[in-house]
C-alpha cells in the first residue's frame, strides 16, 4: 500500500505553512495512514517513508508491505537447505571416498609389490596396469631405483666371492706348504724354499688386503688427501727409475718424458701408486722386447699423465670392464703374474679423488694407453 500526502492537504487556510506545522500535520496524517491499513499478518508489516519536494511543494511517500509473503519464500528456502544440505554432503563423501579409493588403489598395490622385494629379488620390478601420469613417475622413479640398488647388490655379491676366491690362493699355499713342512723332519734347505714360499704369499696375501682396505675406505669415504705442493715431472721420473729393474728383467724399454718443471697441489703417495699402478699393468702385459712410453703433457687448465705399451692390448669387449673389480680380461694369465684385478680400479679411484678420469684407448694386439686427466 502506498499513500502520498502533499502540503495541500494539509490546511484549508492559504497562508504559508511553517515547517513545523507542516511536520506536525504530515505525522497525524500518517498515522491515520497506519491505522488504516488492513489487519496485517504474524510477521508485521514493513513501512517506508520518503520526504520530498516537487514544484515548490514539499511530499511524504508512505509505502507498506507485509513482510508475510518474505517470511514464506524464507521458509521455502529454509527447508530445500535442511533437505538438500544433508543429501548433497552425503553424496560428496560418498563421491570422495568413492574417488580416493580408486586413486589410492595403485599405492596400496604397489606397496604390497614393494613388501616382496628382498635382497635375494631385487630383479624384480614393480608393476601398476595404466598408472596415472603423477603415478606413472612415482613408478618409474622407484623401479630405476631398484635397478641401482640391483647393480650395487650384485656388484657387492661379486666383490665378495672375487676376494674370497683371491684370499682363498694365497691361504691355500702357505698351508699346504706348512703341512708338507711338518709332515717330517726335512734338511735346513727345504724349509728355508719353503719359508721362502710361504713369505712370498704372505707378502702377495698382504698387498691384497692393503688394497681391498684402501677400496673399502674409499668407498665409506674415509680417505682424507693429504694435499700439498710437490713437482709432478720429478714423481713420474722417480716412478720410472723404480721399475727399471723389473721392465729389464723382462726385456721391456722404458721412456719416460716428464716434461720441464711442473708443480702440482696433490697426494703424492697416492699419485706415485696410480703412476705404479699403471707401469706395472703395462709391463706385465708387454712381451720381451716390448715398450713403455711414459709422457707428461699439459694443455690449457689440464695436466694428462699418458702411460702407452706396446702389449697384447685389450679386446673391445673387455674394455668397457677394464676399471672394475677383480675383472680381468685373460684370468689365467693374469694369476699366473701375480695380479688381482684390483690395480685399474685403484687408478680410476685416485684420479676421482684428485677431480680428474682416466681413460683407455686401446685395441686387441695393438697395445693399450691409459690417459690420466688432472684438473691444473
Known amino acids: 500500500m502506498v499513500a502520498i500526502f502533499s502540503g495541500n492537504q494539509a490546511l484549508a487556510s492559504t497562508r504559508p505553512l511553517q515547517p513545523k506545522?507542516?511536520?506536525?500535520?504530515?505525522?497525524?496524517?500518517?498515522?491515520?495512514?497506519?491505522?488504516a491499513l488492513p489487519q496485517s499478518g504474524p510477521h508485521g508489516t514493513h513501512v517506508a517513508a520518503h520526504r520530498f519536494a516537487a514544484n515548490g511543494r514539499p511530499f511524504l511517500l508512505l509505502a507498506a508491505e507485509s513482510l508475510d509473503?518474505?517470511?514464506?519464500a524464507l521458509a521455502v528456502v529454509r527447508r530445500v537447505i535442511f533437505i538438500s544440505?544433508?543429501?548433497?554432503?552425503?553424496?560428496?563423501?560418498?563421491?570422495?571416498?568413492?574417488l580416493s579409493t580408486r586413486s589410492?588403489?595403485?599405492?596400496?598395490?604397489?606397496?604390497?609389490?614393494?613388501?616382496?622385494?628382498?635382497?635375494?629379488?631385487?630383479d624384480t620390478r614393480l608393476d601398476v596396469p595404466d598408472p596415472a601420469e603423477e603415478l606413472a613417475v612415482l613408478v618409474?622413479?622407484?623401479?630405476?631405483?631398484?635397478?641401482?640398488?640391483?647393480?650395487?647388490?650384485?656388484?657387492?655379491?661379486?666383490?665378495?666371492?672375487?676376494?674370497?676366491?683371491?684370499?682363498?690362493?694365497p691361504i691355500s699355499v702357505i698351508r699346504g706348504e706348512?703341512?708338507?713342512?711338518?709332515?717330517?723332519?726335512?734338511?735346513?734347505?727345504?724349509?728355508?724354499?719353503?719359508?721362502?714360499?710361504v713369505l712370498d704369499e704372505s707378502r702377495r696375501l698382504s698387498r691384497l688386503?692393503?688394497?681391498?682396505?684402501?677400496?673399502?675406505?674409499?668407498?665409506?669415504?674415509?680417505?682424507?688427501?693429504?694435499?700439498?705442493?710437490?713437482?709432478?715431472?720429478?714423481?713420474l721420473a722417480d716412478c720410472c727409475r723404480a721399475v727399471q729393474t723389473l721392465a729389464a728383467a723382462r726385456k721391456i724399454t722404458i721412456e719416460c718424458r716428464p716434461s720441464t718443471d711442473l708443480q702440482f697441489r696433490g697426494d703424492e703417495e697416492l699419485l706415485r701408486r696410480l703412476v705404479m699402478n699403471l707401469l706395472d699393468n703395462?709391463?706385465?702385459?708387454?712381451?720381451?722386447?716390448?715398450?713403455?712410453?711414459?709422457?707428461?703433457?699439459?694443455?690449457?687448465?689440464?695436466?694428462?699423465?699418458?702411460?702407452?705399451?706396446?702389449?697384447?692390448?685389450?679386446?673391445?669387449?673387455?674394455?668397457?670392464?677394464?676399471?672394475?673389480?677383480?675383472y680381468r680380461a685373460d684370468k689365467a694369465r693374469s694369476r699366473q703374474e701375480g695380479g688381482f684385478g684390483l690395480g685399474l680400479a685403484i687408478v680410476k679411484w685416485i684420479a676421482e679423488s684428485h677431480r680428474g678420469a682416466v681413460e683407455l684407448s686401446s685395441r686387441n694386439g695393438g697395445g693399450s694407453a691409459f690417459t690420466v686427466t688432472l684438473p691444473r
Open 69 to 72: 509473503s518474505v517470511a514464506a
Open 21 to 35: 506545522e507542516f511536520d506536525g500535520i504530515l505525522a497525524d496524517r500518517s498515522a491515520d495512514f497506519l491505522r
Open 85 to 98: 544440505l544433508p543429501l548433497m554432503l552425503a553424496l560428496a563423501g560418498i563421491g570422495g571416498y568413492a
Open 140 to 169: 618409474e622413479a622407484f623401479n630405476e631405483l631398484l635397478s641401482r640398488l640391483d647393480q650395487t647388490f650384485e656388484s657387492m655379491r661379486r666383490f665378495v666371492a672375487d676376494a674370497s676366491h683371491e684370499l682363498r690362493t
Open 209 to 235: 688386503v692393503d688394497d681391498l682396505l684402501n677400496l673399502a675406505r674409499a668407498d665409506a669415504g674415509h680417505v682424507k688427501l693429504q694435499a700439498h705442493d710437490f713437482y709432478l715431472n720429478d714423481l
Open 282 to 326: 703395462a709391463i706385465r702385459y708387454t712381451p720381451a722386447g716390448g715398450k713403455v712410453d711414459v709422457a707428461l703433457e699439459t694443455g690449457g687448465d689440464q695436466i694428462r699423465i699418458r702411460v702407452s705399451d706396446t702389449g697384447v692390448g685389450i679386446p673391445e669387449e673387455a674394455a668397457p670392464h677394464i676399471f672394475e673389480r677383480f
Open 178 to 197: 706348512a703341512d708338507v713342512a711338518l709332515s717330517q723332519d726335512r734338511s735346513t734347505v727345504e724349509y728355508k724354499q719353503s719359508l721362502a714360499i
Open 104 to 122: 589410492l588403489a595403485p599405492l596400496a598395490w604397489m606397496a604390497a609389490q614393494a613388501r616382496k622385494i628382498t635382497g635375494s629379488n631385487l
